[in-house]
């Protein structure tokens, strides 16, 4: 078996594919239960596996199958904690298999995809999860009710064991599984009520965590698998270029390259070692056929931004007469915001590592999107998809890369071409140079007032790409909905509004980064509702509470946030506050920022106070967790965040150059949790876009400079 | 060849004397739980212990370490049970917990020499290691709770 070194870990992922659950073929994505057919099956095989997420076997050991990669969000945790809670097993016992891809059996139900972003773990999986183990659960106490010849209203369970109300008796569910297995799948369980709740809505110590302190834990880069090879590619410095011709003499010379060959994306040198494949990428004479992309520049792409900002969009959102209202103003405020591109900078490089055999295809990588990752292993392979083997590691960091199929097909090809298992590694400069970005974009506001300060005017004019457009997710000539979010949808009680969407695509490519469109329009509008309050001389969290009424959920963060953060009440001396909130992803957050400014115009932030309401928080302290991580991306965004392109090239290369917040300038930070029993919002990624309007809304009260542009350029502070 | 002495065991390793500690650890002795982030000595995520100090491992070549006393994560306890590792796991630290290694050498370095650190002197210490996932709030909390375990256990 090729995973010595990933069983090592908790996860022993190919323990999956050849045990009990195999069985479950046949079962439909979502909670379609299998037929009374299959349980014959399930009994000899001496477990009860009621559906593909949970299995129990006669020793009583309890596996959970969690599809959510883990990426750093807890998603091996809490996955399995809402099975387990439901089933009312010991979490601390159950055993953990990451799933294999397979979207058949554990795409997510919602998408419909084995793909992992946008937020989507607990609250696309909670209901199914909760089903999945409460049916467990139904089935086990249906056989002690047989068992005993009582009646299924007397029995409850307590921790493993099923209880006999009346009479005190009880029976382990080890010794249940055969007769259980034996019953119909239940289709809708019985849940437990929050307050049955063993786990759910308390503190869950990660389990992942032990692995992740001793070096054990199996990132992609880790994957060692028997005969395998190491490669680096060459890649094209321009986005869209190819190679003209090479010359690998120099680099075929050098002990233990093993062999150079042409990709999709660049030259690839094959070596024993990453550091020899690196010494071969060094030798390689390459000719590039740049591609029109090395006519583009930042400089160009803001020209043709602004360009842009001038014609007419396509209307994204009209309400009321726009034209009326901005003319019938008592007063009018306009402002332009601008944001760069950004990229993701994961902690662990790029990488993946395959095996291309006549008939086979093995994958191992660290990624967002297994049943992606499996087609693009079918494509280059020639196997059928469903042969196709998707080992999923331990991700270091994905924040919307790792849903990517580049890398993928890095090591497929490499592996394909050579004829051995190879693992294909990123430098970070390869990293940064040849990512997906988020979008730069140039956003034109204008506002009127009326003459008692009330907003009556809200016009907004996007200019920028479309991801879901580039990618041909959407058709070109519609509204890109991820520009849009977090604009088209603000959320303030204004009767006049009007946003508009311009198309601006240069060739940059363009991905999902940690919170996608909000990432930049919770800036965008956040900010500019600020300017708008400071023109109606009213009180930011005032203004924002006052245009709130029909969003009350926005509302409650907001005025959580402002009174645990103190909101106006006296701050030492060159300290001041500022606020925002958002609804991103089906969760609710308001950041507010304590921050002051050095005469050399450093910022720096004490504090921020973050409220989040995601309906129910299923792992309190990794919910505090996200917004904490998510903060921190925000912030170095906000004070370093910017990819600039020359000739079609990006000029940043490391992190001396696409620096990164660290540890002496992280802020205290405080996360209040707001549990309004709504349904689950996401966790990921709502904690990001607040954290920067909060910010510059606080320099704007401190300083009276308004930050219009992202980064926080070095000087604009600057007290002369 | 050089001989190395890692995690207590000499091994010789056939290599040239400038390739950098970081690659004969993961790929010569298949020690992968140091990791590999910018080759350039920025991120920290490549950190280990060579003589007790934190030595960012993916610059330093194997020619300059033949002979000094190399530990790496693996070699830090043997039951998960140093000082930070307790306090890490007792405060979940890690997120996706690539950096981790190299965070938690650098904190333990760092206990080595300060038994009581300061928010300061966590600073100076740990602002060479960058979290792309953002923990630094839990690694100084850890680093505060390590010390009070580590007293304890004295």
Redesign the interface.
């Known amino acids: 078996m090729a995973t010595s070194?990933m069983a090592q870990g908790r996860i022993s992922r190919r323990a999956l594919i050849k045990g009990s659950l195999a069985v479950g073929t046949g079962l439909v994505v979502g909670f379609r239960l299998p037929m009374t057919g299959r349980n014959a099956a399930r009994a000899q095989a001496g477990s009860l596996a009621p559906n593909q997420w949970v299995s129990i076997d006669r020793d009583g050991l309890v596996t959970v199958i969690n599809s959510v990669v883990e990426?750093?969000?807890?998603s091996l945790t809490t996955m399995p904690a809402i099975v387990a809670d439901e089933l009312d097993t010991d979490l601390a016992k159950v055993r953990v298999n990451q799933a294999p891809a397979n979207p058949k059996l554990y795409a997510n139900p919602v998408t419909g995809m084995q793909a992992y972003g946008g937020s989507r773990g607990v609250r696309d999986h909670i209901q199914m999860l909760r089903k999945a183990g409460a049916a467990a659960r139904g089935m086990l106490m249906q056989a002690a009710a047989n068992e005993w010849g009582v009646a299924l209203s007397e029995v409850d369970t307590d921790l493993d064991t099923v209880v006999h109300k009346p009479s005190g008796r009880r029976m382990p569910y080890s010794a249940l599984v055969d007769k259980a297995a034996q019953l119909p799948v239940p289709q809708n369980p019985r849940l437990k009520t929050p307050d049955q709740f063993r786990y759910m809505g308390k503190v869950m110590?990660?389990r992942?965590?032990?692995?992740?302190?001793?070096?054990?834990?199996?990132?992609g880069?880790?994957v060692?698998v028997p005969g395998m090879l190491?490669a680096s590619i060459e890649r094209c410095p321009v986005f869209g270029g190819k190679v003209k011709s090479f010359d690998a003499t120099a680099a075929k010379r050098i002990k233990s390259v093993k062999d150079v060959v042409q990709v999709t994306n660049g030259v690839a040198v094959v070596a024993d070692?990453?550091?020899t494949a690196q010494r071969g990428r060094q030798a390689l004479k390459i000719t590039w056929d740049e591609g029109p992309v090395a006519a583009v520049t930042s400089a160009s792409i803001h020209q043709g931004y602004v360009a842009g900002a001038t014609q007419p969009g396509q209307v994204a959102r009209d309400d009321g007469d726009i034209d009326k209202a901005l003319a019938a103003g008592a007063k009018t405020v306009e402002a332009v915001y601008e944001v760069p591109f950004l990229e993701h900078?994961?902690?662990?490089?790029m990488n993946a590592t395959a095996s291309v055999k006549a008939g086979s295809c093995e994958i191992w990588a660290p990624t967002q999107n297994p049943g992606g990752t499996q087609m693009t292993g079918a494509k280059i392979s020639g196997v059928p998809v469903e042969k196709v083997i998707v080992n999923t590691t331990?991700?270091?960091?994905?924040?919307g890369r790792r849903g990517e199929q580049d890398f993928i097909v890095d090591a497929l090809e490499t592996s394909k071409a050579v004829g051995a298992p190879v693992k294909v590694?990123w430098?970070?400069p390869d990293d940064i140079q040849h990512g997906f970005y988020r979008p730069a974009t140039y956003n034109v506001f204008k506002a009127a007032l009326d003459a008692q300060g009330a907003p009556i005017a809200w016009w907004n004019r996007v200019v920028g790409p479309g991801i879901l457009i580039q990618k041909g997710r959407a058709q070109a000539g519609t509204i890109d909905a991820a520009a849009m979010e977090g604009v088209r949808n603000m959320p303030y009680d204004v009767r006049n509004v009007h946003v508009e969407w311009v198309n601006k695509d240069y060739g940059i490519p363009v991905g999902f980064w940690r919170s996608v469109g909000p990432s930049q329009n919770g800036f965008i509008v956040e900010s500019f509702v600020d300017e708008v309050a400071k023109a109606a001389g009213k009180d930011p969290v005032e203004f924002r509470r006052s245009l709130l009424g029909r969003s009350p959920r926005h509302k409650a963060v907001l005025e959580l946030a402002a009174a645990k953060a103190n909101w106006g009440a006296p701050l030492p001396a060159g300290r001041a506050l500022g606020c925002a909130v958002m609804f991103s992803y089906g969760s609710y957050v308001a950041h507010v920022a304590e921050v002051s400014v050095a005469s050399t115009g450093k910022v720096k932030v004490h504090k921020l106070v973050g409220a989040i309401d995601a309906g129910f928080a299923v792992n309190p302290?990794?919910v505090k967790?996200q917004m904490?991580?998510?903060?921190?991306?925000a912030l170095t965004a906000l004070l370093y965040g910017e990819i600039t392109i020359d000739r079609g090239r990006v000029k940043q290369s490391?992190?001396?150059d696409y620096p990164?917040?660290?540890?002496?300038e992280?802020p205290?930070?405080e996360v209040h949790i707001l549990n309004s029993g709504e349904p689950a919002g996401g966790l990921g990624e709502p904690g990001v876009p607040t954290v920067a309007p909060a910010i510059c809304n606080a320099i704007f009260a401190l300083t009276g400079k308004r930050i219009r542009a992202l980064p926080i350029r070095p000087g604009t502070l600057k007290r002369t | 060849m050089i001989a190395l002495t890692v995690n207590g065991k000499t091994r010789q390793v056939d290599?040239p004397p400038d390739?950098?500690l970081l690659?004969a650890i993961?790929?010569?002795l298949?020690?992968?739980?140091?990791?590999?982030?910018?080759?350039?000595a920025?991120?920290g995520?490549c950190t280990v212990h060579v003589d007790g100090q934190p030595v960012r491992s993916c610059v330093t070549p194997i020619g300059s370490v033949a002979g000094k006393k190399i530990t790496?994560?693996?070699g830090?306890?043997a039951k998960?049970d140093h000082p930070?590792?307790k306090a890490?796991?007792e405060l979940?630290?890690?997120?996706?917990?690539?950096?981790?290694?190299g965070q938690?050498m650098a904190a333990a370095a760092l206990l080595a020499r300060k038994a009581n650190p300061t928010d300061a002197d966590?600073?100076?210490a740990?602002?060479?290691?960058?979290?792309?996932?953002?923990?630094?709030?839990?690694?100084?909390a850890g680093i505060h709770r390590a010390a009070q375990i580590k007293k304890a256990g004295a």
């Open positions: 070194r990426m750093g969000q807890g110590r990660r992942d965590t032990p692995l992740k302190v001793n070096g054990s834990a199996v990132f880069m880790d060692v190491i070692s990453f550091w900078a994961c902690m662990e490089p331990y991700l270091g960091g994905g924040f590694m430098t970070r302290d990794q967790a904490e991580g998510g903060a921190i991306y490391n992190f001396h990164m917040l660290r540890i002496d992280a205290v930070m | 290599a390739m950098p690659w993961r790929e010569k298949e020690l992968t739980g140091t990791k590999f982030g910018c080759g350039a920025l991120c995520v790496t994560i693996e830090l306890s998960n930070v590792q890490w796991i979940d630290v890690p997120q996706c917990g690539f950096c981790q290694s938690i966590i600073n100076s740990m602002a060479g290691n960058i979290c792309r996932c953002g923990t630094y709030q839990r690694i100084r």
